[in-house]
């Protein structure tokens, strides 16, 4: 297995830094790369679509016609699930990290990157489609099956 760790050569590291939750009964302690340092090639998608109030309006209207409920969820962990990131990124460890001059390459998006959102759409979207739902052509963001 290839190490993740790459000594300093021409290479621009972004910066990361730990972010933590205390909800009383429970603690979580997550590494987030500072993306706002990232220097986003000119060709690399980092919009994900969200989707438009036109079509909430309809999704609601249909619903409530029908006397549907309407269920939604949250996928914890997402941006860990990432797609191999299709460049080349590194991070400068955490101060907690004892060796100095090393970079870690990343194989997958992190939370913070610029195109970590666009990479985790990307596999919702390809899962959804394999599940033969059509995506709607006036809406990147909604999907619908007949």
């Not at 993740?4 to 830094?17: A, F, L, M, N, R």
């Not at 079509?55 to 249909?62: D, I």
Request: aromatic content about 12%; overall charge positive; charged content about 30%.
């Amino acid at each position: 297995m290839e190490s993740p760790e790459i000594q300093d050569k021409d290479i621009y590291p972004i910066s990361v830094t730990w972010v933590t939750t205390d909800k009383g009964y429970k603690r979580k302690a997550r590494l987030v790369a500072q993306g706002y340092l990232d220097e986003v090639l000119d060709n690399t998608k980092t919009v994900s679509p969200t989707c438009r109030k036109e079509s909430l309006r309809l999704l609601f209207t249909v619903v409530a016609s029908m006397n549907w409920q309407l269920k939604s969820l949250d996928i914890a962990s997402a941006f860990l699930q990432g797609k191999p990131i299709d460049r080349e990124v590194y991070l400068i460890p955490p101060k907690e990290y004892k060796k100095k001059n090393v970079f870690w390459k990343l194989k997958k998006c992190v939370y913070g990157l610029s195109d970590a959102a666009r990479q985790w759409y990307e596999i919702v979207k390809e899962t959804i489609q394999e599940a033969h739902i059509k995506k709607c052509p006036h809406d990147d963001a909604f999907f619908y099956w007949l």
